[in-house]
């Protein structure tokens, strides 16, 4: 195919049954969750218990809500007091919830509940300097209070951030295609992402170029194999391709046509007056991905 170029790993290091236990597969030590209390997140919820026991690391349930969600009048954000009874059924909805949690992580290393009345996406930021990685789901229009932003999440978290679509199974980890951008968030994404790459069957390296050379593409593909390699991860195939529409679009085609179940990615982002402005590639995978995406800032 024009502008296409796949080659075979030569750095792959075999059947991952023969593979000595690298340090770097034990490094998360934590994970954390946001629960939705308003919506349904169940699938989530699975998808982080069976990561956690797959690592045998704690897991601990994040949920926060405001009372009384926020309206606007005359283009002024107001926020209504909270009665005694919005404080008690507001709480009385998340002691339930965090019961029903713990009960489902009573066979991981460790299950823990936290909660707080406030708005949740600044609470997982927050809460995430107790975790290695923050699970989320993906954005979202919603108007329920309970929504956690996973693009504010990610810019204040400090951690990667696995975006998980409303409707997902378990992470098997079978492919994961790594987007491969020559950024320090990119760097920063492979490096966060040791860990599941390691337990991965096939890990592809995918560079989607609009304006960079083939040769230079091809060149930082060999060193992102070779770097990965030396911490025994399968690398199964580098592919560059130029890009023809969209670099989120094209991607998305290469994950479908691998059939992977896993994005690797840099999230590329910055504040301007107080606003998250994110990049195509990073918005489309934040709200639109249908596998789960490992993001790192």
């Keep these: 195919m024009s502008g296409t170029a796949t080659t075979r790993s030569e750095h792959s290091t075999g059947p991952v049954r023969n593979r000595p236990q690298p340090e770097q597969a034990a490094s998360i030590a934590a994970m954390i969750v946001h629960v939705d209390v ?21 897991l601990i349930g994040v949920a926060g809500l405001t009372p009384r969600p926020s309206f606007v009048a005359g283009g002024v954000a107001i926020y209504p007091e909270p009665t ?28 823990e509940w936290r909660t707080a009345l406030e708005f949740p996406s600044e609470l997982v930021a927050r809460e995430a300097r107790a975790a290695d990685l923050v699970i989320v789901g993906a954005r979202r229009r919603s108007g329920n209070s ?7 999440i990610l810019l204040r978290a400090g ?18 295609v ?32 609009e304006d960079g050379s083939e040769a230079e593409g091809k060149r930082m593909l060999a060193d992102v194999a070779g770097y990965l390699v030396h ?6 195939e580098e592919i560059w391709r130029r890009a023809r529409g969209p670099v989120a679009t094209e991607l998305l085609h290469v994950v479908a046509d691998e059939k992977a179940d896993l994005i690797v990615a840099g999230g590329y982002g910055h504040s301007r007056l107080g606003e998250w402005i994110f990049g195509g590639v990073t918005h489309e995978l934040l709200a639109s991905s249908p596998v789960c995406c490992m993001l790192s800032n």
Excluded: N
Aim: charged letters at 25%.
């Design 38 to 58: 308003v919506g349904d997140c169940e699938q989530r919820i699975q998808l982080a218990l069976a990561l956690a026991s797959r690592f045998g690391t704690t």
């Design 84 to 111: 005694q009874q919005d404080l008690q059924q507001v709480s009385a909805r998340l002691d339930e919830i965090g019961k029903k949690f713990c009960a489902q992580g009573q066979g991981l290393k460790q299950i």
């Design 146 to 152: 309970d929504f956690a932003d996973p693009g504010t």
């Design 159 to 176: 951690r990667p951030v696995l975006v998980v679509p409303e409707t997902v199974a378990p992470l098997q980890l079978r492919r994961v």
């Design 178 to 209: 790594v987007a491969c951008k020559d950024t320090r968030e990119y760097r920063r994404a492979v490096r966060d992402a040791l860990p599941l790459l390691w337990q991965a069957k096939e890990v592809l390296l995918v560079a989607i170029d």
């Design 231 to 236: 911490h025994q991860v399968i690398v199964a």
